[in-house]
């Protein structure tokens, strides 16, 4: 059986839950076996995971785990998998999975591939594909034990609608509040994250300083998008660190990254190359990241952005 964790935020799941359910399912019809969702803590209409593929919803309603821990998430995932009998246990490469994905595998004795962008293959042996160094090459990984723990990128599939509403059944598994360690000192309401957006709006050092972010805003506002930034301006404190996309920073696949002011260093593009268009906003016609752009716009940020925000005001009106 294939074991998916749906991830959810205050109750409601996370586009990363749909996109990680179509993904076990997939699998479970490459396996040959069901595919059953796990939701944990508050889980609004957990019935639709069924629309995904999931035949049904094990859920461990304690409130407890509303507060996200990933020590206790592992331990209640490793119990409910161990319950089921899950051979295959899919997670999104989100933070949250990142968190668990270790002490799962650890907790299970279970092979594991993070950031997987691709449904494995079982004729020969469990495989599985991943882009590695940077999005430059693909590594196939084959994985032996008995437990196999799979993390789905973000935006790599479609959640699609096969199925109908699942039956949601409760898991037998309990989590004392006092095991919860982690307590949440405040939470940034109302953004997309970026490793589950899909417009991204992202700035560097062309912008000259913090002060100026506020055309980089508004293009962003006007387009539902997430605001990112290049590593410098994270790091002299211009953005949050949370921002900072690139090969030391969030890897991102949205369906369109606009790039202001930013050169496209390689440690910046190992971050945003899988991004589905690429447009890019820069004043010097030589900057790499033109290489990189499936549109580019050669021009003073300054100008360009304001324009684009209006025209994109227009266009919507
Ligand atoms: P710059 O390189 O200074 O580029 C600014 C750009 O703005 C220029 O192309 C310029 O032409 C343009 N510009 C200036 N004024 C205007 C204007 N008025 N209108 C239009 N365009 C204008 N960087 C990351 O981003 N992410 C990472 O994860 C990352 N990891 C790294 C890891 C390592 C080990 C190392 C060594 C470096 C890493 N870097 C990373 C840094 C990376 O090498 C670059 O230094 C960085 O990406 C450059 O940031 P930038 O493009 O904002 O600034």
Same mark, same amino acid.
């Given at each position: 059986?294939?074991?998916?964790?749906?991830?959810?935020?205050k109750?409601n799941?996370?586009?990363?839950?749909?996109?990680?359910?179509?993904?076990?399912?997939?699998?479970?019809?490459?396996?040959?076996?069901?595919c059953?969702a796990?939701?944990l803590g508050?889980?609004?209409?957990?019935?639709?995971?069924g629309?995904?593929?999931a035949?049904?919803?094990?859920?461990?309603?304690?409130?407890?785990?509303?507060?996200?821990?990933?020590?206790?998430?592992a331990?209640?995932?490793?119990?409910?998998?161990q319950?089921v009998?899950?051979?295959?246990?899919?997670?999104?490469?989100?933070?949250?999975?990142?968190?668990i994905h270790?002490?799962l595998?650890?907790?299970?004795?279970?092979g594991?591939?993070?950031?997987?962008?691709? @449904?494995?293959? $079982?004729? %020969?042996?469990?495989?599985?594909?991943?882009? +590695?160094? #940077?999005?430059? /090459? *693909?590594a196939?990984?084959a994985?032996?034990?008995?437990?196999? @723990?799979?993390? $789905?990128? %973000?935006?790599?599939?479609?959640?699609a609608? +096969?199925? #109908?509403?699942a /039956? *949601?059944?409760?898991?037998?598994?309990?989590?004392?509040?006092?095991?919860?360690? $982690?307590?949440?000192?405040?939470r940034?309401?109302?953004? +997309?994250?970026?490793?589950? /957006?899909?417009l991204?709006?992202?700035?560097?050092?062309?912008?000259?300083g913090p002060?100026?972010?506020?055309?980089?805003?508004?293009?962003?506002?006007?387009?539902?998008?997430?605001?990112?930034?290049?590593r410098?301006?994270?790091?002299?404190?211009?953005?949050?660190?949370?921002?900072?996309?690139?090969q030391?920073?969030i890897?991102?696949?949205p369906?369109?990254?606009?790039?202001?002011?930013i050169?496209?260093?390689?440690?910046?593009?190992?971050?945003v190359?899988?991004?589905?268009?690429i447009?890019?906003?820069?004043?010097?016609p030589?900057?790499?990241?033109?290489?990189?752009a499936?549109?580019?716009?050669?021009?003073d940020?300054?100008?360009?952005?304001?324009?684009?925000?209006?025209?994109?005001?227009?266009?919507?009106?």
């Amino acid at each position: 059986m294939v074991l998916v964790f749906a991830e959810s935020q205050k109750g409601n799941f996370k586009k990363t839950a749909f996109e990680a359910v179509t993904y076990g399912y997939k699998t479970a019809q490459a396996l040959g076996t069901e595919c059953v969702a796990l939701a944990l803590g508050s889980a609004n209409n957990a019935a639709d995971l069924g629309l995904y593929g999931a035949s049904k919803v094990l859920h461990v309603a304690d409130a407890a785990l509303d507060q996200f821990d990933g020590q206790v998430y592992a331990k209640v995932i490793a119990e409910v998998s161990q319950q089921v009998g899950a051979k295959v246990i899919v997670l999104s490469h989100t933070s949250t999975g990142k968190a668990i994905h270790g002490r799962l595998a650890a907790r299970l004795d279970a092979g594991s591939v993070a950031g997987v962008n691709s @449904i494995p293959t $079982v004729d %020969g042996g469990f495989k599985v594909k991943k882009g +590695v160094f #940077s999005g430059k /090459a *693909i590594a196939e990984y084959a994985i032996n034990s008995e437990v196999k @723990i799979l993390s $789905v990128m %973000g935006n790599s599939l479609q959640p699609a609608i +096969v199925g #109908s509403p699942a /039956a *949601i059944e409760a898991a037998n598994v309990t989590v004392p509040a006092s095991r919860v360690k $982690v307590k949440s000192v405040s939470r940034i309401e109302g953004i +997309v994250p970026l490793p589950e /957006a899909e417009l991204v709006v992202s700035a560097g050092r062309g912008m000259k300083g913090p002060e100026n972010w506020g055309i980089v805003e508004d293009l962003a506002n006007t387009l539902g998008a997430t605001t990112a930034c290049s590593r410098p301006v994270a790091d002299v404190h211009w953005r949050p660190h949370h921002e900072h996309v690139g090969q030391t920073g969030i890897a991102i696949r949205p369906n369109l990254y606009i790039a202001i002011g930013i050169s496209g260093a390689i440690q910046h593009l190992a971050g945003v190359n899988n991004s589905k268009t690429i447009v890019v906003i820069n004043k010097d016609p030589e900057a790499p990241f033109f290489k990189a752009a499936d549109y580019g716009v050669v021009g003073d940020l300054f100008e360009v952005v304001p324009q684009l925000t209006e025209a994109v005001k227009k266009f919507k009106a």
